[in-house]
């Protein structure tokens, strides 16, 4: 098996004793990619140089107090800022961007002495769920080379499905780690909105954005979160709260566990494939002793059109920053001070980019406000009251992650409202800012289902539990594609 | 809600967007959808209810006025598409 294959602790193992140099395991990663980017096309920047160097220095340096993330080759999502390494947030309007500090989780991760091997595709400022709207290129599922990897991180979800890398971090606006993490068969988890830092993440919509690992199993998801979470005087959303033992809540226990099963995730328009390997999930769950029941999450249906009224609303607001004068493209010859603004900005975005902001602008101007923005936020509140409730009697609630499994590039691509259906049963959760995982939980016609798991205001550590006693017991996350 | 080449017009207008002919045309029909898709709200009667920006329950974060410091200026300035002077070059505003 593959050295980029192999679970964390294995690899971690080799690299402190220094068994296996890091500079070794930085080639396998490199050769890997070699063998699968041209068909893949996970990332938008690679950095050999840079990762070479850096492997280079930590050979030559002790392993002595190395944490577990010593050594490993990660790609980072491209809206994600690096110090020196380009970030384009696959836009043309930062197709020359670059950063002059680094995002807070990728300080974390130096310090956690991790390798960044390059930047991932995306949809266009994390507008999407097929990476379709990258301005660059369409990255492809590596289940099926004709279809999606999903979105917008469907770069990070495919390069650590590839095993190019050994992890990656992703960001969640309303699905945007979960959804790829199911339609390439790997670990996505979107933390409690606040629990790990954004300073440092391009801004989508400030009010449910969220940054989060995408691993191929369970346990190495919870290194990853516990190198990353935690409080940031520079994000001022950001949650003090006290970060516990990730790893120590893995304890393969989940006897007597209530898991609430919302019938919304299982009803009209969900995949009768999908529901079977999730109704199988479920039985699995049984077995080992935790009980489920179904609910009812009344609001589910209100949530897709809440959502993309709010993050369209945020998007219009903090994408006004692409004016053309500080960075990013700026028109030729503008006549003057409004023309360089309208062109720049008509000639850096894409055309999702550009209609999210006409919805989000439309809903904010006057007169449209309070129909529009506000009511959404209000029904917010009562689709955050569902989740209140689930929870008072319930521990978890899990359901399907995708009501489908990867479609076919192109297939969606001129219908916008059917693509942003394929979130359903993501947004509701992060409209709610509660956490959530998906793994894998077998296939339908050959393609990976995604479990969606999901907890508690900042219970990460029961979300973690359940996935990995499930994971324990089945065998999902271990099957790779065929590449 | 049905939305007109006209509407768009004017919402690009306050994007700050120059659209094309074609954008318009496309845009009026499929914010036309979209916006109809939204009025599904309306089912629901909301009055009394608190909106939600956010969801962590967080007002006003303040920390104390003390002196940090900050990005040097010649990195600041490394991606301006024109400058001058140590300053973000844009056309004239005054005629």
Redesign the interface.
């Known amino acids: 098996m593959s050295l980029l294959n192999q679970r964390l602790r294995e690899v971690h193992h080799l690299l402190s004793r220094k068994e296996l140099s890091v500079t070794e395991l930085v080639d396998a990663s490199f050769k890997r990619i070699a063998e699968t980017e041209e068909r893949i096309g996970a990332f938008l920047t690679l950095d050999e140089e840079g990762a070479r160097k850096t492997a280079r220095q930590l050979d030559e340096g002790s392993a002595e107090g190395a944490g577990l993330l010593y050594g490993l080759p990660v790609g980072i999502k491209d809206n994600i800022v690096t110090e020196g390494l380009r970030t384009t947030c696959a836009s043309k309007f930062l197709a ?3 950063p ?2 680094d995002a807070t989780v990728v300080t974390k991760l130096k310090e956690a002495r991790t390798v960044t091997v390059g930047k991932l595709n995306m949809d266009e400022f994390a507008m999407g769920g097929s990476n379709e709207n990258s301005a660059f290129h369409t990255t492809r599922n590596p289940w099926d080379t004709e279809r999606v990897p999903g979105g917008s991180s469907g770069g990070s979800a495919a390069a650590v499905a590839a095993g190019q890398v050994y992890f990656a971090l992703g960001s969640d606006t309303g699905g945007s780690i979960r959804q790829p993490a199911a339609y390439c068969g790997v670990v996505g988890l979107k933390p409690t ?2 629990l790990v830092s954004r300073f440092g993440l391009v801004a989508f919509a ?2 449910l954005d969220q940054i989060g690992p995408i691993t191929k199993n369970v346990e190495d998801a919870a290194f990853a979160l516990q190198a990353i979470a935690g409080h940031d ?1 520079r994000d ?2 950001s ?1 003090n709260v006290e970060i516990p033992d990730y790893a120590a809540a893995l304890t393969g226990e989940v006897k007597g566990m209530r898991i609430g099963v919302p019938k919304e995730y299982l009803g009209k328009g969900i995949d009768p494939k999908v529901k079977e390997r999730v109704l199988e999930a479920l039985k699995t769950f049984e077995s080992l002793g935790a009980v489920w029941e179904e609910i009812s999450l009344p ?1 589910t ?2 949530a ?3 959502y ?2 709010l993050a369209s609303s945020e998007a ?1 607001s903090n994408l ?1 920053r692409f ?8 028109a030729d010859n ?10 720049s ?2 000639e850096g ?1 894409g ?1 999702e980019v ?2 999210r ?3 989000g ?2 809903a904010l ?1 006057s007169g449209y406000y309070d129909a ?1 923005y ?9 689709i ?1 009251r569902d989740f209140d409730q689930a929870f008072e009697k319930y521990d978890l609630i899990i359901g399907p992650t995708a009501p489908t499994t990867a479609f076919r590039i192109g297939e969606q691509v001129n219908d ?2 059917t693509m942003y259906l394929n979130d359903i049963c993501t947004i509701p959760v992060s409209l ?2 509660v956490p959530a995982i998906s793994i894998p939980c077998g296939l339908a016609d050959g393609l990976p289902v995604g479990l969606q798991i999901i907890g508690k ?1 900042f219970d990460e550590a029961s979300v973690l539990r359940a996935a990995h006693a499930f994971e324990s017991h089945t065998d999902h996350h271990k099957l790779r594609p065929a590449l | 809600m049905s939305i007109s080449v006209k509407d768009v017009e004017h919402v690009a207008n306050l994007a700050r967007l120059a659209l094309t002919e074609a954008e318009k045309e496309q845009f009026a029909g499929q914010l036309s959808a979209i916006l109809k898709y939204a009025e599904k709200l309306n089912e629901l009667n909301t009055d009394g209810i608190e909106p939600t920006s956010h969801v962590l329950p967080l007002y006003n974060v303040m920390r104390e006025d003390e002196v940090k410091p900050s990005l040097p200026h010649a990195k600041v300035m490394a991606n301006a598409p024109e400058e001058e002077d140590g300053q973000f070059k844009v056309p004239s505003v005054l005629e």
């Open positions: 020359n961007y670059n002059i500090y909105y606040g400030s009010s005087e001022s959303t949650a609001h249906e209100y897709v059109a809440t993309y009224l219009s006004a004016d053309g004068v500080r960075y990013g493209v700026r503008p006549e003057n001070l409004l023309d360089l603004y309208r062109r900005r008509s975005f055309n550009k209609r902001i006409m919805l602008t439309y101007s529009y506000k009511k959404a936020q209000q029904v917010r509140t009562l955050k916008p409202l709610a800012g205001p």
